[in-house]
């Protein structure tokens, strides 16, 4: 028993560690926000209205791009028998969120132990487990692994790309890349073109049957994608086309705000890697196989960098093969400690390790406070509904509020109903029938408030003990219909 115990942990240890880390962010932080919310919906729809299409929010709540359902049919055909047993049991649909990020989770982090195994096999056993120390002290991608994005689902085809390419199965990696870039994400193109170029001079491919091998995959691709979208959609649609067309082409991502050309390297990547971003340029230098690696996931980052609209997400997909070239330089700076400067570099490495770790569990308090919209509508539920009442419960969620925390899984059945239309001034609000308004505006006529839910503002640093302190303020609030008798006699909180 003890001998299978052990093997066990050999096999599924590190997969262990890394999905009990994604686990706990998922119950701690179930909520989702804006960027999230077209993948969240579609999930919702499908788990819930099936094949009744005209119920589903994307049609009344498009988006600004439309974006594709395959990943979302994926992900909730996964999670469909544990949803489907939930609602035999009749258990509140906010469970079914927990169940749809959990299955994206291990999606994820199965295509991560692809890469992983491959890792051991090229590297060996120490580099894989520094590659998953590096993993689990880091904040960002344990956390997005479950959040149902565009570049989250574009992650695992990536994973795949990277593993293959590992085991220089070479037009395998690159249909990988074509199938994300064509389906997910289409700036994996700016990956797809530095790797299929090293290959090509490299001689690792030859150029003609590059053109065979993936001129099939993109048409494949193109006429799934197609297909599927088009049905869901409900007209002729190949989504990432237009997504490209809008942030490319028309550059209006730049809309939704710039930063400058050095963002990536200065700010996104050191809070996406934490330790793992000296090491790694410490490993480019210690390992000559890691510079083939890291110069198209290198270039990807740099390409992506001439776009004036930047996000951390947008590079999640270059922290893998990062954290390789760290886990590379943490093996050879572990196996030397003893020696002569060596020895000096390792108490250096163990502190950016607890350094990684502390700003992980900050990041993480900070996260966690940052659906506030969600937790409201959770007190709303346990305090709002009236004992023995047949009247339906009318709740407006202004777009704040939409953006910040609720989804369609937060939602609870009769007597409660919601609506999320948009642009009804607040003075109009009370000439509605509401009973409640979840709100950002602190105070609407003919409403009052009754209670403010705190989020997230920002990090104090101070000379006493604790020296960070996560500053929060009211960002959401709860307002109940002054005509409504039953809303009044309550007992609530209050805003002040």
């Known amino acids: 028993m003890a001998s299978k115990s052990s093997n066990f942990l050999e096999c599924y240890g590190y997969d262990l560690l890394l999905g009990s880390i994604a686990a706990f962010y998922v119950f701690m932080a179930p909520y989702t926000k804006v960027e999230e919310s077209f993948n969240v919906q579609a999930m919702h729809d499908i788990l819930y209205h099936r094949h009744h ?113 590992l085991k220089e199965k070479f037009y395998a990696a690159i249909n990988c890349l074509i199938f994300a870039t064509v389906i997910f994400r289409c700036d994996i193109l700016l990956l ?152 000096f570099l390792y108490p250096i490495m163990l502190g950016l390790l607890l350094i990684s770790l502390g700003c992980t569990v900050i990041t993480f308090m900070a996260s966690n406070e940052n659906y506030p919209s969600g937790h409201a509508l959770k007190h709303l539920h346990v305090t709002g509904q009236f004992a023995n009442s047949t009247n339906e419960l009318w709740v407006h969620i202004d777009t704040f509020s939409a953006m910040n925390g609720i989804s369609r899984f937060c939602e609870n059945k009769f007597p409660w109903r919601y609506s999320k239309e948009e642009g009804i001034p607040p003075e109009e609000l009370c000439q509605r029938n509401f009973t409640y308004l979840i709100n950002e505006h602190p105070a609407i006529d003919g409403f009052k408030c009754l209670l403010a839910e705190n989020g997230f503002s920002r990090v104090h640093l101070r000379t006493g003990f604790p020296p960070i302190l996560l500053v929060k303020e009211p960002k959401v609030y709860i307002h109940g219909n002054v005509r409504n008798k039953d809303v009044m006699h309550r007992n609530w909180p209050g805003c002040s």
């Open 53 to 165: 299409l005209d119920n589903y929010d994307h049609l009344e709540f498009p988006g600004v791009v439309p974006r594709t359902f395959l990943g979302a049919l994926l992900v909730s055909s996964l999670a469909a028998p544990s949803v489907l047993a939930m609602e035999l049991l009749h258990v509140s649909k906010i469970y079914s969120l927990f169940a749809v990020r959990l299955a994206l989770g291990g999606v994820i982090l199965s295509t991560l132990r692809f890469f992983r195994l491959q890792v051991r096999r090229k590297f060996g056993l120490q580099v894989e487990a520094f590659f998953a120390i590096l993993t689990a002290v880091q904040f960002h991608l344990l956390f997005y692994c479950t959040r149902p994005l565009p570049n989250v689902l574009a992650l695992g085809v990536v994973n795949l790309a990277y593993g293959y390419w």
């Open 192 to 343: 797809l073109c530095p790797l299929g170029l090293e290959l090509l001079l490299t001689r690792r491919i030859s150029l003609w049957n590059a053109l065979k091998c993936c001129s099939l995959c993109a048409l494949l691709c193109i006429g799934l994608t197609v297909l599927v979208d088009s049905i869901m959609w409900k007209r002729l649609l190949w989504p990432e086309f237009e997504v490209f067309w809008f942030n490319s082409v028309l550059n209006r991502s730049s809309e939704w705000g710039t930063h400058p050309f050095h963002w990536y390297f200065t700010s996104a990547l050191p809070r996406l890697l934490l330790a793992a971003y000296p090491l790694f340029l410490l490993g480019v230098l210690l390992d000559r196989r890691v510079l083939l690696f890291i110069l198209p996931v290198f270039s990807f980052v740099l390409l992506y960098s001439k776009l004036p609209h930047k996000e951390l997400r947008f590079i999640i997909i270059s922290v893998p093969i990062f954290n390789l070239s760290a886990a590379i330089a943490a093996t050879r700076v572990y196996n030397n400690r003893k020696k002569t400067y060596w020895k």
